[in-house]
C-alpha cells in the first residue's frame, strides 16, 4: 500500500548527499560574475531538513504515508529549483508521472541559490505544515526571514527578488502538481470512516474494536513516476 514512501525516502536522501558535497559559499554582488549552484553548501538545506523533521513528529496527521508524500513533493521542488543553476542536472519534468513545466528562468542573469533554497522550502513547507502549532508556524517564519535578512546583506537586491520569484514560480508549479494526486489534505483524514474493509482473507482487517484503516485509499494514488521508465537524470 505504501510502496512510493520509498522512493520519496531515496530521492531525499539523494538530494542531501549530493548537496552536501559542495564548496563553502562566497559572498558576490558583481552580477557579471556569479556562482552556479554547485558552488555553495548545503547549510540552507540541513536547517531546513532538520525542521522539517520536527514539524513531522509534532504535526497532527503526518502518519508515515504522508511524511513521505511532503518529503518527495518538497524534494522535487527543491532540485526543480536548483537544477537550472548546475551544470550537470537536468529537470524532472517530463519524466515524473504528470509533471511538465515551463519556468521564467532568465538565462545569463544572476541568481543567488541559497535565496532560492530557502524560498523554496519554506513556501513547501508552510504549505504541507499548514496545520502545525502556533509555535512552529513561528519556527516556520522565522528560518525563512533569517536567511533573507542575512543574504540581503551579503547580495544586491535585485539577484535576491530575482531568486525568490523564481522560486515562488517553482513552488507554486509544484504545489498545484501535487494538488491532484489523491492525496491532498489526507493529514485531516487517515482514518476515512466511508471505507469498509473487503471480504476476503487477503484483505485488511481490523484487529481491535473500533479500528478503522489507515489511508486505506492511498493505493489509489497518482504514482510519482511511471511505471514503465524511472528516469531520475
Given at each position: 500500500?505504501?510502496?512510493?514512501?520509498?522512493?520519496?525516502?531515496?530521492?531525499?536522501?539523494?538530494f542531501?548527499?549530493?548537496?552536501?558535497?559542495?564548496?563553502?559559499?562566497?559572498?558576490?554582488?558583481?552580477t557579471?560574475?556569479?556562482?552556479?549552484?554547485?558552488?555553495?553548501?548545503?547549510?540552507?538545506l540541513?536547517?531546513?531538513?532538520?525542521?522539517?523533521?520536527?514539524?513531522?513528529?509534532?504535526?497532527?496527521?503526518?502518519?508515515?504515508?504522508?511524511?513521505?508524500?511532503a518529503?518527495?513533493?518538497?524534494?522535487i521542488?527543491?532540485?526543480?529549483?536548483?537544477?537550472?543553476?548546475?551544470?550537470?542536472?537536468?529537470?524532472?519534468s517530463?519524466?515524473?508521472?504528470?509533471?511538465?513545466?515551463?519556468?521564467?528562468?532568465?538565462?545569463?542573469?544572476?541568481?543567488?541559490?541559497?535565496?532560492v533554497?530557502?524560498?523554496?522550502?519554506?513556501?513547501?513547507?508552510?504549505?504541507?505544515?499548514?496545520?502545525?502549532?502556533?509555535?512552529?508556524?513561528?519556527?516556520?517564519?522565522?528560518?525563512?526571514?533569517?536567511?533573507?535578512?542575512?543574504?540581503?546583506?551579503?547580495?544586491?537586491?535585485?539577484?535576491?527578488?530575482?531568486?525568490?520569484?523564481?522560486?515562488?514560480?517553482?513552488?507554486?508549479?509544484?504545489?498545484?502538481?501535487?494538488?491532484?494526486?489523491?492525496?491532498?489534505?489526507?493529514?485531516?483524514?487517515?482514518?476515512?470512516?466511508?471505507?469498509?474493509?473487503?471480504?476476503?482473507?487477503e484483505?485488511?482487517?481490523?484487529?481491535?474494536?473500533?479500528?478503522?484503516?489507515l489511508?486505506?485509499?492511498?493505493?489509489?494514488?497518482?504514482?510519482?513516476y511511471?511505471?514503465?521508465?524511472?528516469?531520475?537524470?
Amino acid at each position: 500500500m505504501f510502496k512510493n514512501s520509498n522512493f520519496y525516502y531515496i530521492l531525499f536522501i539523494s538530494f542531501l548527499i549530493l548537496s552536501s558535497c559542495t564548496s563553502e559559499e562566497d559572498d558576490f554582488d558583481d552580477t557579471t560574475d556569479f556562482p552556479s549552484a554547485d558552488q555553495f553548501d548545503s547549510a540552507v538545506l540541513v536547517d531546513w531538513f532538520n525542521l522539517i523533521k520536527v514539524l513531522t513528529t509534532e504535526t497532527d496527521g503526518y502518519t508515515p504515508p504522508v511524511a513521505a508524500r511532503a518529503f518527495g513533493y518538497t524534494t522535487i521542488a527543491l532540485y526543480e529549483a536548483i537544477q537550472v543553476g548546475s551544470n550537470d542536472k537536468i529537470s524532472l519534468s517530463g519524466k515524473l508521472n504528470g509533471l511538465n513545466i515551463e519556468t521564467g528562468y532568465e538565462q545569463g542573469s544572476p541568481y543567488h541559490w541559497p535565496t532560492v533554497a530557502n524560498t523554496t522550502l519554506a513556501n513547501m513547507t508552510k504549505y504541507f505544515y499548514m496545520n502545525a502549532s502556533v509555535d512552529n508556524v513561528t519556527s516556520i517564519l522565522n528560518l525563512e526571514a533569517s536567511y533573507k535578512e542575512q543574504f540581503l546583506t551579503q547580495i544586491n537586491d535585485e539577484v535576491i527578488f530575482r531568486s525568490i520569484e523564481f522560486a515562488n514560480q517553482i513552488s507554486g508549479k509544484i504545489v498545484l502538481w501535487s494538488s491532484n494526486d489523491g492525496g491532498y489534505g489526507a493529514q485531516f483524514n487517515n482514518f476515512p470512516s466511508d471505507y469498509v474493509p473487503l471480504s476476503g482473507i487477503e484483505f485488511w482487517k481490523p484487529t481491535a474494536p473500533n479500528q478503522k484503516a489507515l489511508l486505506p485509499y492511498w493505493g489509489n494514488n497518482r504514482h510519482l513516476y511511471r511505471l514503465t521508465q524511472v528516469m531520475l537524470c
